[in-house]
């Protein structure tokens, strides 16, 4: 009896680590605010948006004023205070992603990003898949900072027993339970197939400094 395992963002959210696209959004933003030390315009510019201040002379100013502010605290601020802060868009894709955020706590950017693609003339294909690269480059910083977070004492003893139990009588449909032949064999193959930007998964494949299974043959594959 062989067992597939598909995994998805779900596992690595059960192992703790921050990977909805929220967690991504919500990085890029504090990674802003880190920025404006040294900034010495009223301009704070990159791919995907240009923070404007009035306040002060410059962001540097600002982030000595401001050391304690957090990314809730600096929307407040503009929200509050228009004639001091603004944010210009240069990113479209972005804008409504950040938009969906701040409105829902949720975001789904391949609906967005389907949304955007359909809509005008090639021109505007090439400008959307542009803007998506810009992000892609973005959430991958953020996935290589989260890989770098992670040890072998992330793995869960209860996922791990789960993964290699024997074929339950709870795991076969209903109408094949009564003299099932499945339920009398033994697991000989074990396939994790891996669906996540991270490598939790891998740190579930046995090495002679881990568990030994019990399946003859112990695989991931990672898409």
């Not at 992603?97 to 294909?125: A, C, M, P």
């Amino acid at each position: 009896m062989n067992r597939i395992i598909l995994i998805g963002n779900g596992f690595d959210l059960a192992h703790g680590l921050k990977t909805r696209y929220s967690d991504f959004i919500n990085w890029y933003w504090k990674q802003r605010i880190k920025g404006f030390y040294g900034v010495s315009s009223n301009t704070s510019k990159d791919d995907l948006c240009t923070l404007t201040i009035r306040l002060f002379s410059s962001w540097n100013e600002f982030a000595i004023n401001y050391t304690q502010y957090t990314t809730e605290d600096f929307f407040d601020l503009i929200k509050k205070y228009p004639e001091n802060f603004s944010i210009s868009f240069t990113s479209s894709l972005f804008e409504e992603i950040h938009k969906s955020i701040k409105t829902k706590n949720w975001v789904d950017i391949e609906e967005i990003f389907y949304k955007q693609l359909t809509q005008g003339s090639r021109s505007n294909i090439k400008r959307v898949n542009d803007e998506l690269e810009n992000i892609k480059n973005k959430l991958i910083e953020y996935l290589q900072e989260i890989q770098k977070s992670i040890s072998k004492d992330i793995i869960r003893l209860d996922i791990r027993a789960k993964i290699l139990e024997e074929v339950q009588e709870k795991d076969i449909a209903i109408k094949s339970k009564n003299n099932n032949p499945y339920l009398k064999q033994t697991l000989s193959d074990i396939l994790l197939l891996n669906f996540n930007y991270t490598s939790v998964a891998d740190m579930y494949l046995p090495t002679p400094n881990r568990f030994q299974p019990k399946a003859n043959k112990f695989s991931l594959i990672h898409i």
